[in-house]
Protein backbone atom coordinates (compact mmCIF):
# COMPACT_ATOMS: atom_id res chain seq x y z
CA UNK A 1 0.00 0.00 0.00
CA UNK A 2 0.78 3.92 -0.21
CA UNK A 3 2.97 4.91 2.79
CA UNK A 4 5.61 7.77 3.57
CA UNK A 5 7.65 6.42 6.73
CA UNK A 6 10.36 8.07 8.75
CA UNK A 7 13.49 6.76 9.60
CA UNK A 8 14.60 8.50 12.72
CA UNK A 9 11.54 9.63 15.43
CA UNK A 10 13.90 12.53 17.42
CA UNK A 11 16.89 14.18 16.21
CA UNK A 12 18.80 16.02 18.75
CA UNK A 13 21.29 18.53 17.50
CA UNK A 14 23.41 21.50 18.39
CA UNK A 15 22.81 24.92 17.67
CA UNK A 16 24.99 25.77 14.14
CA UNK A 17 25.53 22.16 13.48
CA UNK A 18 23.51 20.69 10.23
CA UNK A 19 21.02 18.71 10.56
CA UNK A 20 19.61 15.81 7.98
CA UNK A 21 16.08 14.07 8.35
CA UNK A 22 15.70 11.56 6.23
CA UNK A 23 12.03 10.14 4.57
CA UNK A 24 11.27 6.98 3.22
CA UNK A 25 8.57 6.54 0.57
CA UNK A 26 6.70 3.72 -1.21
CA UNK A 27 4.63 4.60 -4.10
CA UNK A 28 6.84 4.96 -6.78
CA UNK A 29 4.43 6.54 -9.36
CA UNK A 30 4.32 9.71 -6.63
CA UNK A 31 5.51 13.03 -8.46
CA UNK A 32 5.69 15.79 -6.07
CA UNK A 33 7.35 15.77 -2.59
CA UNK A 34 7.12 18.27 0.29
CA UNK A 35 8.60 19.28 3.85
CA UNK A 36 6.72 20.77 5.86
CA UNK A 37 7.58 22.49 9.46
CA UNK A 38 5.04 21.96 12.42
CA UNK A 39 5.84 24.55 15.49
CA UNK A 40 3.71 23.40 19.00
CA UNK A 41 0.58 24.79 18.88
CA UNK A 42 0.37 25.49 15.24
CA UNK A 43 -0.59 24.02 11.76
CA UNK A 44 2.25 22.72 9.42
CA UNK A 45 3.85 25.44 6.98
CA UNK A 46 5.16 24.37 3.49
CA UNK A 47 9.17 24.67 3.67
CA UNK A 48 10.26 23.55 0.24
CA UNK A 49 9.25 21.20 -2.68
CA UNK A 50 10.88 18.90 -5.30
CA UNK A 51 9.46 17.29 -8.22
CA UNK A 52 10.07 13.57 -8.74
CA UNK A 53 12.13 14.30 -12.28
CA UNK A 54 14.32 15.94 -9.80
CA UNK A 55 17.06 15.09 -7.12
CA UNK A 56 18.14 18.37 -5.65
CA UNK A 57 16.66 21.86 -5.20
CA UNK A 58 18.00 24.25 -2.44
CA UNK A 59 16.30 26.75 -0.54
CA UNK A 60 17.34 29.77 1.75
CA UNK A 61 19.24 27.10 4.82
CA UNK A 62 17.45 23.80 3.49
CA UNK A 63 18.27 20.95 0.91
CA UNK A 64 16.10 18.52 -0.65
CA UNK A 65 16.93 15.69 -2.06
CA UNK A 66 15.35 12.56 -3.74
CA UNK A 67 16.69 9.03 -4.40
CA UNK A 68 14.33 7.55 -6.69
CA UNK A 69 16.13 4.25 -7.08
CA UNK A 70 15.99 4.18 -3.41
CA UNK A 71 13.16 5.81 -2.47
CA UNK A 72 14.32 7.97 0.55
CA UNK A 73 13.84 11.94 0.72
CA UNK A 74 15.91 14.07 3.01
CA UNK A 75 16.30 17.16 4.51
CA UNK A 76 19.10 19.01 5.19
CA UNK A 77 19.11 21.99 7.41
CA UNK A 78 22.40 24.08 7.24
CA UNK A 79 23.71 26.34 10.69
CA UNK A 80 20.62 24.56 12.42
CA UNK A 81 18.56 27.73 14.82
CA UNK A 82 16.95 27.18 18.04
CA UNK A 83 14.15 28.55 16.06
CA UNK A 84 14.40 25.44 13.67
CA UNK A 85 12.93 23.21 16.59
CA UNK A 86 9.90 20.99 15.39
CA UNK A 87 8.62 18.41 13.93
CA UNK A 88 9.15 17.77 10.37
CA UNK A 89 6.75 16.34 8.05
CA UNK A 90 7.53 14.53 4.74
CA UNK A 91 4.53 13.93 2.07
CA UNK A 92 4.32 12.70 -1.42
CA UNK A 93 1.52 13.70 -3.67
CA UNK A 94 -0.07 10.69 -5.34
CA UNK A 95 -1.04 11.19 -9.34
CA UNK A 96 -4.44 11.21 -10.65
CA UNK A 97 -7.66 12.76 -9.24
CA UNK A 98 -7.39 15.16 -7.03
CA UNK A 99 -4.52 16.79 -5.02
CA UNK A 100 -4.02 14.11 -2.21
CA UNK A 101 -1.05 14.16 0.16
CA UNK A 102 0.05 11.17 1.92
CA UNK A 103 2.14 12.44 5.16
CA UNK A 104 4.73 10.38 7.52
CA UNK A 105 4.89 9.99 10.76
CA UNK A 106 7.21 12.72 11.58
CA UNK A 107 10.42 13.62 13.36
CA UNK A 108 10.98 15.68 15.99
CA UNK A 109 13.98 18.43 15.89
CA UNK A 110 15.27 19.34 19.08
CA UNK A 111 17.88 22.27 18.75
CA UNK A 112 20.26 22.73 21.84
CA UNK A 113 22.30 25.24 22.63
CA UNK B 1 -2.91 35.69 -0.48
CA UNK B 2 -4.98 32.75 0.54
CA UNK B 3 -5.89 32.58 4.51
CA UNK B 4 -7.20 29.84 6.58
CA UNK B 5 -9.07 30.41 9.71
CA UNK B 6 -10.18 27.94 11.93
CA UNK B 7 -11.67 27.63 15.17
CA UNK B 8 -11.98 27.07 18.23
CA UNK B 9 -8.31 26.55 18.41
CA UNK B 10 -9.28 24.92 21.61
CA UNK B 11 -11.87 22.62 22.92
CA UNK B 12 -12.67 20.29 25.57
CA UNK B 13 -16.21 17.89 25.24
CA UNK B 14 -17.92 15.28 27.17
CA UNK B 15 -18.20 11.71 25.70
CA UNK B 16 -21.78 11.61 23.70
CA UNK B 17 -21.59 14.97 23.16
CA UNK B 18 -22.19 17.37 19.60
CA UNK B 19 -19.07 18.56 17.79
CA UNK B 20 -19.24 21.40 15.01
CA UNK B 21 -15.50 22.70 13.93
CA UNK B 22 -15.28 25.45 11.07
CA UNK B 23 -12.96 26.36 8.41
CA UNK B 24 -13.26 29.32 6.90
CA UNK B 25 -10.93 30.46 3.53
CA UNK B 26 -10.03 33.91 2.10
CA UNK B 27 -8.39 35.20 -0.71
CA UNK B 28 -9.49 32.36 -3.04
CA UNK B 29 -12.56 30.96 -4.87
CA UNK B 30 -13.39 27.65 -5.41
CA UNK B 31 -10.57 26.23 -3.17
CA UNK B 32 -10.27 22.34 -3.28
CA UNK B 33 -10.51 21.67 1.18
CA UNK B 34 -9.88 19.26 3.16
CA UNK B 35 -9.93 18.02 7.09
CA UNK B 36 -7.07 16.21 8.56
CA UNK B 37 -6.87 14.52 12.16
CA UNK B 38 -3.31 14.24 14.29
CA UNK B 39 -3.41 12.48 17.03
CA UNK B 40 -0.68 13.57 19.61
CA UNK B 41 2.67 12.87 18.43
CA UNK B 42 1.30 11.40 15.31
CA UNK B 43 1.39 11.99 11.52
CA UNK B 44 -1.67 14.00 9.67
CA UNK B 45 -4.15 11.30 8.88
CA UNK B 46 -6.54 12.85 5.31
CA UNK B 47 -10.23 12.62 6.98
CA UNK B 48 -12.52 14.58 4.05
CA UNK B 49 -11.76 16.43 1.03
CA UNK B 50 -14.41 18.55 -0.89
CA UNK B 51 -13.90 19.88 -4.92
CA UNK B 52 -16.94 22.43 -4.37
CA UNK B 53 -19.53 22.86 -2.35
CA UNK B 54 -21.87 20.15 -1.22
CA UNK B 55 -19.34 18.08 -2.68
CA UNK B 56 -17.43 15.46 0.09
CA UNK B 57 -15.58 12.63 0.03
CA UNK B 58 -14.84 10.49 2.64
CA UNK B 59 -11.26 9.33 3.17
CA UNK B 60 -11.33 6.63 5.98
CA UNK B 61 -14.71 5.18 7.84
CA UNK B 62 -15.46 7.32 11.02
CA UNK B 63 -17.90 8.92 13.71
CA UNK B 64 -17.55 12.26 12.04
CA UNK B 65 -19.05 13.63 9.26
CA UNK B 66 -18.10 17.02 6.85
CA UNK B 67 -19.93 19.47 5.05
CA UNK B 68 -19.55 22.68 2.49
CA UNK B 69 -22.73 24.73 2.85
CA UNK B 70 -21.10 27.62 0.77
CA UNK B 71 -17.57 28.02 -1.29
CA UNK B 72 -15.27 29.07 1.44
CA UNK B 73 -16.92 27.48 4.45
CA UNK B 74 -15.84 23.58 5.60
CA UNK B 75 -17.35 21.98 8.73
CA UNK B 76 -16.35 19.46 10.45
CA UNK B 77 -19.32 17.55 12.61
CA UNK B 78 -20.36 14.87 14.50
CA UNK B 79 -23.39 13.50 16.42
CA UNK B 80 -21.93 11.82 19.56
CA UNK B 81 -18.29 12.15 19.86
CA UNK B 82 -16.22 9.12 21.47
CA UNK B 83 -13.19 9.24 23.30
CA UNK B 84 -10.79 8.59 20.22
CA UNK B 85 -11.96 11.41 18.39
CA UNK B 86 -9.43 12.81 20.58
CA UNK B 87 -6.65 14.82 18.94
CA UNK B 88 -5.96 17.77 16.12
CA UNK B 89 -7.71 18.57 13.04
CA UNK B 90 -6.33 20.89 10.89
CA UNK B 91 -8.37 22.32 7.72
CA UNK B 92 -6.50 22.86 4.66
CA UNK B 93 -6.81 24.29 1.05
CA UNK B 94 -4.61 23.76 -2.58
CA UNK B 95 -1.63 25.88 -2.76
CA UNK B 96 -1.66 28.90 -5.03
CA UNK B 97 1.87 27.50 -6.24
CA UNK B 98 2.65 23.99 -7.06
CA UNK B 99 1.04 21.38 -5.05
CA UNK B 100 0.90 20.79 -1.54
CA UNK B 101 -1.52 22.82 1.01
CA UNK B 102 -1.80 25.47 3.44
CA UNK B 103 -2.66 24.51 6.41
CA UNK B 104 -5.01 26.41 9.29
CA UNK B 105 -3.97 26.80 12.52
CA UNK B 106 -5.87 23.96 13.90
CA UNK B 107 -8.16 23.00 16.48
CA UNK B 108 -6.91 20.53 19.50
CA UNK B 109 -9.71 18.45 20.86
CA UNK B 110 -9.97 16.61 23.87
CA UNK B 111 -13.03 14.32 25.01
CA UNK B 112 -13.37 13.05 28.20
Known amino acids: GESVGLHLPTLSVQEGDNSIINCAYS??????FIWYKQESGKGPQFIID?????DKRQGQRVTVLLNKTVKHLSLQIAATQPGDSAVYFC????????????FGAGTRLAVHP | SQTIHQWPATLVQPVGSPLSLECTVE??????LYWYRQAAGRGLQLLFY??????ISSEVPQNLSASRPQDRQFILSSKKLLLSDSGSYLC???????????FGSGTRLTVV
Open chain 1, 91 to 102: AERVTGGYNKLI
Open chain 1, 27 to 32: NSASDY
Open chain 1, 50 to 54: IRSNM
Open chain 2, 27 to 32: GTSNPN
Open chain 2, 50 to 55: SIGIDQ
Open chain 2, 92 to 102: ALDRTAGYGYT
